[in-house]
């Protein structure tokens, strides 16, 4: 989709860059998810003193929906009519705590930013940790009437949605091994540069190293800076190749100049992304369910002999495919000082368990400990089974079980329906730092799957690579890169191409002296088109070349393309015209097509 190209009327939605009757939706607004029993999917843990007072720590955990509410409404425009309207996929979540003024749109204080799992297009697992600022944002949150009351606190959601920006109607030209030096002197020497670092350097770059050429004759002018970062994000993707995080000069790229320089277009759509921030009121909850122990249960101090609430929250996804059970087994002292033994089982709908005891007359407190059982669903496995050697005291009357207390951690992956768009199945390729490497297929029938890591697995980064597969077996990479903590979420845009194919055509000097015309028919196809089919007519002449555009539905589609010649011969004898005639068509997968000879 064209990210600064919205519809006129409707400035969430955005077409497609090849498909105009394609149309992405963006979110509007954040709600949150309720069990089946029409609780809210929500905790917000909080620790506090006898006397009230709020302390550092706790932990927020949310299951929330991305509501695109406007949907069927916008299905209903006349203006639509006939228009695929599909949400647009997230990228990447973040989410904060922030208080608001009386205005709204005062900001009086704000937590820090942490990463959000994005479960699907259009749904957000929130595990959020509090910190001292939190902490203050709570304290408003639960204020008593007389004290002021409570204040509107919303949980902040900056969500980054992937697409195409629109290049430039330019052509840039330069000297290539001039430019090539001017850039190694302005880029780091001991790493491959970042994007930004390659847009600080063609800003950087003396003047008239780079000449500007419009593609049309009415283009609008634009400034020199902006074309030199058109140039630098363009030259990402022509001249630089990406390594890891960053970019380095493409060794393909000669650097022994042509008489004519080194050029490239500005007018290719490049990959981009749009920062959307929605808010979602945790006052609002607050108000309707503040006297539900599960969704705002508060950690109390110990004190002897008198009656006090664990609580034990499980911070890790479960699912039957992934980790599948997680049993947790407390024990204290009681107050005849005796071993009280208790086990809590989490399951998917279940997140948060609350012990009501009795703490021992004597001591500094309950002498709480824990030890875990986690079991892991493996594919056309057993099941394996992580459990604790022993037992592993807790700090307070607060446990939160994470991969460190479970030693293992869960990461989803699934496969947006997009995706099957273009490919019948997904293999995805994980290779720890340590341990054995693990495959993982995806297919329109079981779109999402889990990777559990377990052991040393968790402590070093792992990386992972996705390959599309298309009907004939044939396998294109769609993902790569560090297996995001979080998630990752596969999306049909992976493989999607982010510029048309080109092929340059010229026409040989023998044919252009026997004949009066020559032009030739372009179709984007990998068949030979049926009768009546019709594409793109170029007429050729000598000494002139020709380029032709077109745009592959899929990366896993090859490079094909359907031409055909139509032409008006010369009799050899009188040079008179002869009958215009058009051969059949041919298929090809060539960027470089000379016209040679006619059909016979």
Do not use: K
Not at 175 to 183: I, S
Not at 305 to 330: F, I, K, S, W, Y
Not at 467 to 485: K, V, Y
Not at 567 to 583: I, K
């Amino acid at each position: 989709m064209m990210l600064t190209r919205p519809l006129p009327d409707f400035p969430d939605v955005f077409p497609d860059h090849r498909d105009a009757h394609r149309l992405y939706v963006l979110p509007d607004r954040v709600a949150l998810a309720l069990d089946a029993d029409g609780l809210p999917r929500f905790t917000l843990l909080r620790r506090t003193t006898d006397d009230g007072t709020a302390q550092d720590g706790g932990l927020l955990q949310a299951f929330l929906a991305l509501d695109h509410a406007g949907l069927d409404a916008l299905a209903l425009e006349p203006s639509l009519a006939g228009h695929a309207l599909e949400p647009a996929p997230v990228a990447q979540a973040e989410a904060r705590l922030v208080l608001r003024g009386v205005s709204g749109d005062l900001v009086q204080a704000s937590g820090q930013w942490q990463p959000v799992a994005v479960g699907s297009a259009d749904a957000l697992s929130l595990t959020h940790h509090l910190g001292p600022d939190d902490t203050r944002i709570v304290t408003a949150l639960v204020r008593e009437a007389e004290a002021g009351g409570p204040e509107p606190v919303e949980l902040e959601l900056r969500l980054r949605v992937p697409g195409l920006r629109p290049g430039l109607p330019w052509v840039v030209t330069t000297t290539g091994t001039t430019l090539h030096d001017q850039l190694q002197a302005l880029l780091p020497a001991d790493a491959p540069a970042s994007a930004r670092d390659l847009d600080r350097a063609f800003l950087s770059l003396p003047a008239g190293l780079l000449r500007w050429q419009p593609l049309l004759d009415d283009a609008v002018p634009a400034d020199t800076e902006a074309l030199a970062l058109q140039a630098a994000r363009s030259a990402r993707q022509s001249l630089f190749r990406r390594v890891g995080e960053g970019f380095e000069w493409h060794p393909g790229v000669p650097l022994t100049d042509a008489v004519d320089g080194l050029s490239w277009r500005l007018d290719l759509p490049l990959p981009d992304t749009v920062e959307r921030r929605l808010g979602w009121s945790v006052s609002e909850a607050h108000r309707q369910w503040a006297g539900n122990a599960l969704a705002f249960p508060v950690v109390t101090p110990f004190r002897p002999m008198q009656r006090v609430t664990v609580h034990v929250l499980c911070a890790l996804p479960l699912h039957p495919r992934g980790l599948a059970q997680l049993d947790v087994e407390l024990r204290y002292r009681g107050p005849s000082g005796a071993w009280v033994h208790h086990t809590f089982r989490f399951d998917a709908r279940t997140g948060l368990h609350a012990l009501s005891v009795v703490g021992p007359a004597f001591g500094a407190g309950l002498e709480l400990s824990h030890r875990t059982l986690a079991v892991v669903a493996r594919e056309g496995q057993l099941p394996l089974t992580l459990s604790s050697p022993d037992f592993v005291p807790v700090q307070g009357l607060q446990l939160v079980i994470g991969e460190a207390e479970a030693g293992v951690r869960p990461v989803p992956v699934a496969a947006d329906p997009s995706l099957w768009a273009h490919a019948v199945a997904v293999r995805l390729v994980v290779t720890p730092a340590s341990g054995p490497t693990r495959s993982i297929e995806l297919n329109p029938q079981t779109p999402d799957a889990w990777v559990c890591l377990t052991g040393d697995e968790r402590l070093t980064p792992v990386t992972a690579q996705a390959m599309a597969r298309a009907g004939d077996g044939a396998e294109q990479p769609c993902w790569s890169g560090t297996l995001p903590t979080e998630g990752l979420r596969l999306n049909g845009w992976a493989l999607e191409p982010t510029a048309p194919e080109t092929v340059d055509l010229r026409l040989a000097e023998p044919l252009a002296g026997a004949t009066a015309l020559v032009a030739v028919e372009l179709l984007a196809s990998d068949t030979v088109p049926a009768d009546g089919a019709s594409g793109t007519l170029l007429t050729l002449e000598a000494g002139q070349a020709r380029r032709w555009s077109y745009w592959r539905r899929s990366l896993l589609q090859p490079r094909s393309y359907a031409w055909r010649l139509h032409w008006v011969g010369r009799d050899p004898a009188t040079g008179a015209t002869r009958p215009l005639r058009v051969g059949p068509w041919r298929v090809d997968q060539t960027p470089e097509l000379l016209v040679e000879q006619v059909p016979t």
